[in-house]
């Protein structure tokens, strides 16, 4: 009797959640826990994609053969982007933009590509979701009128590829990877495999051809880029668009870059005629900080590779409810309740009955540990109800037992300090006995949190 032949289109299945892959269907996710979010993973139709130059073999070769030209990153034009992906977009890289909705990312992508154009580069705008004249809509807004950057709507990748090889530009955006399909799979447009397959491709293109590929993707409603993780680990520089709301200020963030250096960010302000870049952040973000107000301090912290002086603000008031209340904008929460934690103990202030709030005014987020004892000093000042100087800036990481610890690149937090016209800096012992000196400001070196209050003329009268 012959056997019956029985095709079976599905290769596995895959979490929708955080991409990992199984042989068979489980209603519960085995690695993350999720329910419900194993979906089927087609089998690829191989062969099909177009163009000789994503067909020729690869040889090795001996890596004192390789030459490789220093200067040969391809600036944007755009200061604050170049900054961020560590000097220039590197040929044959594949970067990744993600941010919500409306933040801007089409708008930089196009900004970015008609500057570089200007060298007498060729560039290709892909739009998977905007029409021809939507996009000449919002490039007459912004002011691109420039020959070399070419704009087409396509989500076919198979095309996509035809006309890069016919093309051969030198910067490719693509906006957004959602909305790119291939027939190496059978999955929608924005499926975890689509996205994996198409990503894979276009990665695959850049380093044969040596074309800088510039994807756009959308985030989830937790913050992260939507699709699997390994589009993150795929990319050779992931950078996040954050910000809008309320604030008109945009934050571009590296948090991965082969070629540069992470948290590196650059600063931009959403104008009628486009992203403009921020220049001087640090003289924008303390420009509106109010005088002799208790609960704001000023903070020189480290973004990548740039110093940036921003606002601590914080507000103590005795709460209404059995539970008080924590509440961040800019900073760890958990970093926030350690703190306090800190001063209790420590300096045996009880904020057990408080609502206690801490922003970082102009919607910057902060992660290094440097902010620990500004945040300290801002909550006892508003507690106390005592300004903290004006003219002082501070900065050092907080211990468990009430110690300040030193932080990384003092020298160019207390310059940055002095540019802006502060007159004294409070930082750790540690990095005061490393310090050059210094001119036109006076330095203050402490080693606890009893020193840092001593050393404040406004706690101690």
């Given at each position: ?269 959403m104008t009628d005629s486009g992203l403009n870049e921020v220049l001087n952040p640090s003289a924008i973000f303390v420009s509106e900080r109010p005088k002799n107000i208790s609960g704001s301090v000023v903070v020189p912290s480290i973004e990548g590779t740039r110093p940036i002086l921003v606002e601590i603000q914080s507000l103590v008031t005795p709460t209404s409810f059995p539970q008080p209340r924590r509440m961040t904008m800019g900073i760890d ?129």
């Amino acid at each position: 009797m012959k056997k019956k032949s029985s095709k079976n289109n599905v290769r596995g299945f895959v979490c929708q959640e955080c991409g990992h892959e199984s042989l068979k269907w489980f209603g519960k996710c085995p690695e993350c826990g999720g329910w419900g979010c194993m979906t089927e993973i087609p089998r690829p139709n191989r062969g099909i994609i177009p163009g000789s130059f994503l067909e020729q073999p690869s040889e090795p070769v001996s890596i004192c053969d390789i030459s490789v030209k220093r200067d040969s990153r391809i600036s944007t034009g755009i200061s604050e982007f170049d900054r961020v992906l560590g000097g220039g977009i590197v040929p044959g890289s594949l970067v990744l933009l993600a941010g919500d909705p409306g933040i801007g990312k089409s708008t930089l992508l196009l900004q970015a590509l008609a500057e570089a154009s200007k060298t007498g580069l060729t560039t290709l705008y892909v739009s998977g979701e905007e029409s021809l004249q939507q996009v000449k809509l919002r490039a007459d807004r912004i002011g691109i009128q420039e020959r070399n950057l070419k704009v087409v709507t396509e989500t076919n990748l198979e095309e996509i590829l035809k006309m890069i090889e016919k093309l051969a530009p030198s910067v490719l955006a693509v906006d957004s990877i959602q909305t790119i399909r291939t027939a190496m799979t059978a999955s929608p447009p924005g499926s975890l495999s689509q996205i994996r397959e198409s990503a894979n491709i276009l990665l695959s293109m850049a380093k044969i051809t040596g074309i800088a590929v510039i994807l756009a993707g959308h985030v989830t409603k937790e913050g992260v880029i939507a699709g699997p993780r390994v589009l993150e680990h795929l990319v050779d520089a992931a950078l996040y668009f954050e910000g809008g709301g309320a604030h008109g200020f945009r934050i571009l963030r590296a948090v991965k870059n082969r070629f540069g250096a992470t948290n590196e960010i650059g600063v931009f302000e959403m104008t009628d005629s486009g992203l403009n870049e921020v220049l001087n952040p640090s003289a924008i973000f303390v420009s509106e900080r109010p005088k002799n107000i208790s609960g704001s301090v000023v903070v020189p912290s480290i973004e990548g590779t740039r110093p940036i002086l921003v606002e601590i603000q914080s507000l103590v008031t005795p709460t209404s409810f059995p539970q008080p209340r924590r509440m961040t904008m800019g900073i760890d929460g958990n970093r926030l309740a350690l703190l306090i934690a800190i001063m209790e103990k420590k300096l045996g202030i009880s904020l057990a009955g408080n609502d206690i709030f801490i922003n970082v005014a102009g919607g910057v987020k902060i992660v290094e540990p440097a902010i620990d004892l500004p945040v300290v000093m801002a909550l006892l000042s508003c507690y106390l109800d005592k300004p903290f100087p004006e003219d002082t800036v501070l900065f050092g990481e907080v211990g468990l037992v009430g110690e300040v610890r030193g932080v990384d690149r003092a020298d160019i937090r207390v310059s940055e300090a002095a540019k802006l016209g502060f007159e004294r800096v409070l930082l750790p012992s540690a990095n005061f006995h490393s310090l050059p000196p210094q001119s036109g400001i006076h330095i203050t070196g402490v080693s606890n949190l009893e020193e840092a209050i001593r050393s404040c003329d406004t706690f101690t009268n």
